[in-house]
């Protein structure tokens, strides 16, 4: 049986993270996370301007991603060094990372933003569900996330949100997100109302890839 690959997407804080994981627990099957791949400096340095160019989602690569999707997708494990590049990329956090061997199986989730708008990976992705919120919830998330993950270290947190709110209010992160975020959802399979429960959210993503699996 053909390898499934099944791509979420939607605004940082939407919640694609946790539903992926949620999956992938589900299932027993491969999860990617685009985090994992991609940070800050991976981006347009000045994203206003490269939204008014058109925003081409191909400027952002991840040839790490496209090649462990691929040995996925054939049958071969991947190694993988998990680290907290979204706290990395600022310089706030350092780790050594830690080593994970990921196991091929018939279904991947992964975790893309982008959905099917990066011909990096659009030929692998065979259904993309897009996470549905409004962006001002999608952001208290976000950064009731960093709060909860970091409130043990004040120093780390206030410095962490300082760069993330600075990105997304003065240097073109909210407007990539709902540039973006519109062509995303136009070419996505499946639109999630993600402003609900986690749990009914999964529910409801688990009942449908059961019904595409046949199981």
């Known amino acids: 049986m053909k390898t499934m690959v099944i791509a979420v997407s939607g605004y940082s804080g939407a919640g694609k993270s ?10 027993n099957c491969a999860a990617l996370f685009f985090d994992d791949y991609a940070s800050r400096k991976d981006f347009p340095n000045d994203l206003a301007s490269w939204l008014r160019d058109g925003g081409d989602p191909n400027d952002i690569t991840t040839p790490l991603l496209y090649n462990h999707l691929i040995k996925l997708i054939s049958g071969q494990p991947i190694e993988l060094v998990k680290r907290n590049g979204w706290a990395e990329e600022y310089g706030i956090i350092h780790t050594e990372g830690e080593v994970q061997i990921i196991m091929p199986s018939p279904l991947i989730i992964v975790e893309e933003p982008f959905g099917r708008e990066r011909q990096e990976l659009k030929h692998l992705i ?13 952001l208290g998330r976000r950064i009731h996330d960093l709060i909860q993950y970091l409130r043990n270290d004040s120093e780390v ?7 993330f709110l600075f990105d997304y209010l003065y240097q073109g992160v909210k407007d990539m997100y709902i540039d973006i975020g519109k062509r995303v959802k136009a070419n996505s399979n499946l639109i999630i109302n993600a402003n609900r429960n986690i749990d009914d ?6 009942e449908l890839i059961r019904r595409k699996k046949g199981v």
């Open 201 to 206: 959210i999964v529910l409801e993503i688990s």
């Open 18 to 27: 946790t539903v992926v994981s949620r999956l992938s627990r589900t299932f």
């Open 126 to 138: 065979d259904f993309v569900i897009y996470l549905d919120i409004e962006p001002e919830i999608a």
């Open 157 to 163: 947190l206030i410095n962490l949100l300082d760069h």
